[in-house]
Nanobody, 124 residues
Framework: QVQLVESGGGSVQAGGSLRLSCTVSEWTVSRYCMGWFRQAPGKEREGVATIFGGGIHTYYADSVKGRFTISQDNNKNTVFLQMNSLKPEDTAMYYC?????????????????WGQGTQVTVSS
């Protein structure tokens, strides 16, 4: 059974940076679409970024383009999300996802496996 373990969340001030990591077991990240999603209190879960083709193809939500970068280390079976220029509206629980259908759509309804989440809080 696939297991996804996120780390790297925390509290930062606006303009700061965080790097999230997702270590995956019983799964080969290079073979499937992987991604990051987030959910703020009172809001629906939304796609942030996805990666496919061993890291060749990446997709981003408009709200994070130019600020966030998704990447992966195939040897370590780990997916990363580098978040720069963070804004208070980025505050949410961030979830790693594995096995996403239609990778470019960033649709949480098309995710087969979820991690437990890591909290990101950005203060103004």
């Amino acid at each position: 059974q696939v297991q996804l373990v996120e780390s790297g969340g925390g509290s930062v001030q606006a303009g700061g940076s965080l790097r999230l990591s997702c270590t995956v077991s019983e799964w080969t990240v290079s073979r499937y679409c992987m991604g990051w999603f987030r959910q703020a209190p009172g809001k629906e879960r939304e796609g942030v970024a996805t990666i496919f083709g061993g890291g060749i193809h990446t997709y981003y939500a408009d709200s994070v383009k130019g600020r966030f970068t998704i990447s992966q280390d195939n040897n370590k079976n780990t997916v990363f999300l580098q978040m720069n220029s963070l804004k208070p509206e980025d505050t949410a629980m961030y979830y790693c996802a594995a096995g996403i259908q239609d990778c470019g759509r960033l649709d949480p309804r098309r995710v087969n496996n979820w991690g437990q989440g890591t909290q990101v809080t950005v203060s103004s």
